[in-house]
C-alpha cells in the first residue's frame, strides 16, 4: 500500500468518525449546548477539510463549490476560539457582534471574485487546477496565517486572563481544574499548528521528495484524529469542567478605578484579618471572594481589590497561607500525631493532596511529611 492510499484510508477514518462524533455532540443531552454544537461545527469544518485526500475518487463537484469548500478552513480558527471562550465563561452566548468572524472568509471570497467566481465554468476549471500557483492562492495563504496567528494571541490572552481570574477570586480545585483542562487544549492547537506549518514549508518550499511529504500528511492526519478524540473525551466525560465563570466578572485593576477612594483600606484590612482568624472562613474548601464579601459585609468588588491589590496577594494565595498557617499548627501538635497528612489537608480546606503538598512547600519550603518531622 503506498503513501497516497495510506492519507486516502486514515483520512476517509477520521471524516466519518467526526461526522459520527459530530451527530453524537448534537444529540446528547447537556447543559453545555452551545459547548457542543461549537465543538461539533469545528469537527465537521474539519472532515470537509481533511476530505480533499479521498472525496474526488468518487465525487466530482462543479469548480465554484470546490473552491468553496477549500475556503471553509478559514471557519476552523473562529469556531475553535468561540468553543474556548464557551467553556471559560458559564453565561456565554452567539450574539450578532460574532458575526464579525465571518469576515477572513468573505475576505478571501472577494479576493477571488474577479479571476474565479465571476469567472466563466471554463476559466474556473483552468484557475482551479493550477490554484497552489495563482496570486490569490499565495495572498490567501499569507492571509490566512496572520489570522491564525491573531486567534492564537487571543486565545492565550483570554486563558492568561482566566488565569488570573480564578486565582483572583476562587479556591476550589475544580474552578482550576476548568483551567488546566483550557490549557492543555490551547497546547495541542498550538502543536497542531505548528505542525500544519511544517507541513505548508516541506509542500512549497522544501527540496524533499513526495514520499516525505506524504508521510508528515499522515503524521498529521494521525496527529488530527488523537486531538479530536481527546477533545472530544475530555468534554463528554468530565462535564464538571465546563462550569466557566461568569463572563461579567472583572480582574481586580479593572475594578480599582470604580472603587471608592473614601473608605479606609486600614480599617477593611484589619476586618479582614480579625475575620480570618476569628471565624476561619478559609477552612470551607470552595471559598471564593464572593461567598466571603457576604459573609464579612465586605462588598464583592472592595474585598477584591482590598486583597488582590493592597493586600498584593492573589485570594487564592491568600486563602492558602491561612491555611497553611492552620495545617503547620495541627502538624506540630504532640497530641495530633496520629492525624495523616491526608486527614489534615481536607481539614484544613484543601480538597487535594497535589495542591496541599505544591502550596505547603510554596510556604514553608518542605513537605508536610519533612515539616512534621523537623517540628
Known sequence: MNDITAISIVSFII????????????????????????????????AIDISVFFYNT???FPPAIEMLRIQISNFKDPLLFLYILSIIYSDFKLKWIHLVHTIPWL??????????????????????????????????DIFSKIIEVIYIIAELYYIIRYRKLLLENFTGKEAFDNYRWVKQ????????????????????????DIDVINAFRIIL?????????WLVFKALISPKLFRGINVKLQLSKELLS???????????????????????????PSLTV?????????????????????????FFD?????????????????????????EILYAVGFNSKSSFNTAFKKHTGKTPTAFRKAS
Open 290 to 314: 464572593k461567598s466571603l464579601s457576604e459573609k464579612i459585609n465586605i462588598p464583592h468588588r472592595d474585598l477584591s481589590i482590598l486583597i488582590n491589590q493592597e493586600l498584593g496577594q492573589h
Open 15 to 46: 471524516v466519518l468518525l467526526f461526522i459520527l462524533l459530530s451527530i453524537f455532540l448534537l444529540s446528547v443531552k447537556t447543559t453545555k449546548k452551545l459547548s457542543n454544537q461549537l465543538l461539533a461545527s469545528f469537527l465537521i469544518i474539519t
Open 185 to 208: 487544549l490551547i497546547t495541542f492547537i498550538l502543536i497542531g499548528q505548528l505542525l500544519t506549518f511544517i507541513k505548508g514549508y516541506l509542500r512549497d518550499y522544501s527540496t524533499f
Open 58 to 60: 468518487f465525487i466530482s
Open 258 to 284: 470604580k472603587s471608592d477612594a473614601s473608605i479606609s483600606k486600614n480599617k477593611q484590612i484589619d476586618i479582614l484579618k480579625s475575620f480570618m482568624k476569628t471565624e476561619e472562613p478559609f477552612l470551607e
Open 107 to 140: 475576505i478571501c471570497i472577494i479576493i477571488l471574485s474577479p479571476n474565479f467566481f465571476l469567472a466563466s465554468k471554463e476559466i474556473q476549471s483552468v484557475f482551479l487546477s493550477n490554484y497552489s500557483d495563482t496570486n490569490e492562492a499565495k495572498i490567501i
Open 221 to 229: 492526519l494521525a496527529f488530527g484524529l488523537f486531538f479530536s478524540f
Open 318 to 342: 491568600f486563602i492558602n497561607t491561612y491555611r497553611i498557617e492552620k495545617a503547620k499548627t495541627i502538624l506540630k501538635d504532640p497530641s495530633k500525631k496520629k492525624h495523616t497528612v491526608l
